[in-house]
T-cell receptor
């Protein structure tokens, strides 16, 4: 059974610092991994999707890497802004459970002005 | 282009009642997924529908059921509501049933069971 872990659970940084968010998973049969952002009481916004055949994806200030062999994905957010404050979740789909995104508990990020 | 929409935004029910939640996918998307986000339990996968068929189901009792209509919209039904069913229910859609497709989420329905 896939276990997805996100460390740390919470993070506070001053504006302008780079953010590094970690996600680890136990099942190397991961097919793809998505990073999401969730604002309080709201739905999820998809940030990046990395296929198992890829090593990284980039979108603007965001860069996500995927290392299947070590069971890790990292989301980098460059030059953080107060608007980046949110909970960030990673979720993966494994080859034996199609359609089922398995989520980590999330990292709550606060960017202080 | 409109995103995934869900209705109602909030729903208050009492124990033993039935709840019906609705989801409209992004135009052109054929797959719909349902997730439950209960306090302290994180996001849990409920159901996946594609082309009108149930494709996968999470570890939830049979009183959680749903369907997908010919226009690809979907309903989630929860029978015999229990207090622990109180949660944010999120619907997502993807272009096809391919696991290479991104799942896009709606704003959710907040279900409160009293």
């Amino acid at each position: 059974k896939q276990e997805v872990t996100q460390i740390p659970a919470a993070l506070s940084v001053p504006e302008g610092e780079n953010l590094v968010l970690n996600c680890s998973f136990t099942d190397s049969a991961i097919y793809n991994l998505q990073w999401f952002r969730q604002d309080p009481g709201k739905g999820l916004t998809s940030l990046l999707l990395i296929q198992s055949s890829q090593r990284e994806q980039t979108s603007g200030r965001l860069n996500a890497s995927l290392d299947k062999s070590s069971g890790r994905s990292t989301l980098y957010i460059a030059a953080s802004q107060p608007g980046d404050s949110a909970t960030y979740l990673c979720a993966g789909v494994t080859t034996d459970s199609w359609g089922k995104l398995q989520f980590g508990a999330g990292t709550q990020v606060v960017v202080t002005p | 282009e409109a995103g995934v929409t869900q209705s109602p935004t909030h729903l208050i029910k009492t124990r033993g009642q039935q709840a019906t939640l609705r989801c409209s996918p992004i135009s052109g998307h054929t797959s719909v997924y349902w997730y439950q986000q209960a306090l302290g339990l994180g996001l849990q996968f409920l159901l996946w529908y594609d082309e009108g068929e149930e494709r996968n189901r999470g570890n939830f009792p049979p009183r959680f059921s749903g369907r997908q209509f010919p226009n690809y919209s979907s309903e989630l039904n929860v029978n015999a509501l229990e207090l622990e069913d109180s949660a944010l229910y999120l619907c997502a859609s993807s272009l096809t049933g391919s696991q290479s497709d991104t799942q896009y989420f709606g704003p959710g329905t907040r279900l409160t069971v009293l």
